[in-house]
């Protein structure tokens, strides 16, 4: 199993930043893929972004130029720096990972962080 514990979530006025943080931890795994993605009520989970071993970075199409992606590959940890952040950003962002054991993958999931951007 691979757990992941995320932070850095809250309250911010609409234009400013806010940091996620996800820590990935779990022996006899390799993480592959770290990413964030998030949710609003009556919404399906979208992506956010998402950083993959060799730190090739691919981004929504909302959030590209705003968002910065980066990991930690000796810590296992995942980050998203959020710039000018926008009322529509508003939503419970979760962290994601792939990792794999032996030839076999699988998707684990954060238990969410809330992001409210106030206007």
């Known amino acids: 199993q691979v757990q992941l514990v995320e932070s850095g979530g809250g309250l911010v006025q609409a234009g400013g930043s806010l940091r996620l943080s996800c820590a990935a931890s779990?022996?006899?795994?390799?993480?592959?893929?770290l990413g964030w993605y998030r949710q609003v009520p009556g919404k399906q989970r979208e992506l956010v972004a998402v950083?993959?071993?060799?730190?090739?970075?691919s981004y929504s199409s909302s959030v590209k130029g705003r968002f910065t992606i980066a990991r930690d590959n000796v810590e296992n940890t995942v980050y998203l720096q959020m710039n000018n952040l926008k009322p529509e950003d508003t939503a419970v962002y979760y962290c994601y990972a792939r990792a794999r054991r032996y030839t076999t993958f699988y998707d684990y999931w954060g238990r969410g962080t809330q992001v409210t951007v106030s206007s």
């Open positions: 950083i993959i071993s060799d730190r090739s970075t």
């Open positions: 779990g022996s006899g795994f390799s993480i592959n893929t």
